[in-house]
């Protein structure tokens, strides 16, 4: 049964990022301001188009940085293999893992913690699962996921039976 499944999942933006999102902005409003103030004093009124330019850089610096806090993972299912890629700010993909589900060594319907592990976490809203595996650069791993009932389906068929 070969299946092929990709799966978008947001990571839900808590109390932290929302915070992080706001100082950002902030700094950047106030830095934007004391830059525009400083030139334009400095130079006398004689420089006020790079003072409004060096004033909006900084605040689309800002406001690009606050994108860093946007963060989805995409979880591709494809022929008894699952790949994680972390996407931030619709802009930038990195991949966290890829694995042979064949070579898990356990699957456990909720968030297992495994000490000396190394885990990677690629949760969105909604029933958690664990896979252990270990991986020959990383060693003992853990992914924790959350996956809907269709990329499931495809999952389970390629675990080992003693899971």
């Not at 991986?135 to 390629?158: A, C, M, Q, R, W």
């Amino acid at each position: 049964m070969e299946g092929i499944r990709e799966q978008l999942v947001k990571r839900p933006r808590g109390r932290r990022e929302k915070t992080n999102s706001f100082l950002v902005l902030l700094a950047a409003v106030i830095l934007a301001s004391l830059g525009f103030s400083v030139v334009y004093v400095f130079s006398g009124g004689m420089l006020l188009v790079v003072a409004i330019i060096l004033a909006g850089l900084i605040l689309w610096g800002g406001w690009w940085l606050t994108g860093m806090f946007n963060v989805e993972y995409e979880y591709i299912v494809v022929g008894g293999e699952i790949q994680i890629d972390k996407i931030t700010n619709k802009r930038s993909r990195k991949t966290l893992c890829s694995m042979k589900l064949r070579s898990a060594e356990a699957f456990y319907k909720e968030e297992k913690q495994i000490s000396g592990a190394t885990e990677i976490n690629a949760c969105g809203e909604g029933d958690r699962y664990t896979i252990e595996y270990t991986d020959s650069s990383n060693g003992k791993s853990v992914i924790i996921f959350t996956p809907d009932e269709h990329t499931l389906e495809l999952i389970k068929p390629y675990l080992p039976r003693a899971i």
